[in-house]
């Protein structure tokens, strides 16, 4: 059986920038599409990043593009997520998610997915 485990989200003052991992187990980790998700209070879940199994250009969220960074280390099976000149606009649930094979879409199209970890940007 296929886990995500998020963690590294917290607290962060608008301008700071928090670490976000995910620990995959089980499955091969090698072979996923690595996918971050948010959402936040009353709004819909939304599309942040995705890492290919190729390690090509990652795909980010126009709202991120230059603040966040993903990327994955094979030999950990973990994903991350380097956020900074957070804003308070970014405060959601951030999720990770899991695909088999390639992927470069930005739908929910993902197989298996955290629980979720808090990031709050006060301002």
């Known amino acids: 059986q296929v886990q995500l485990v998020e963690s590294g989200g917290g607290l962060a003052q608008a301008g700071g920038s928090l670490r976000l991992s995910c620990a995959v187990s089980?499955?091969?980790?090698?072979?996923?599409?690595m996918g971050w998700f948010r959402q936040a209070p009353g709004k819909e879940r939304e599309f942040v990043s995705a890492?290919?199994?190729?390690?090509?250009?990652?795909l980010y969220k126009d709202s991120v593009k230059g603040r966040f960074t993903t990327s994955r280390d094979n030999a950990k099976n973990t994903v991350y997520l380097q956020m900074s000149s957070l804003k308070p606009e970014d405060t959601a649930v951030y999720y990770c998610?899991?695909?088999?094979?390639?992927?470069?879409?930005?739908?929910?199209?993902?197989?298996?997915w955290g629980q979720g970890t808090q990031v709050t940007v006060s301002s």
């Open positions: 089980g499955g091969t980790f090698s072979h996923y599409t």
């Open positions: 890492l290919t199994p190729t390690y090509s250009t990652p």
């Open positions: 998610a899991a695909k088999g094979g390639l992927y470069r879409g930005s739908g929910p199209n993902y197989d298996y």
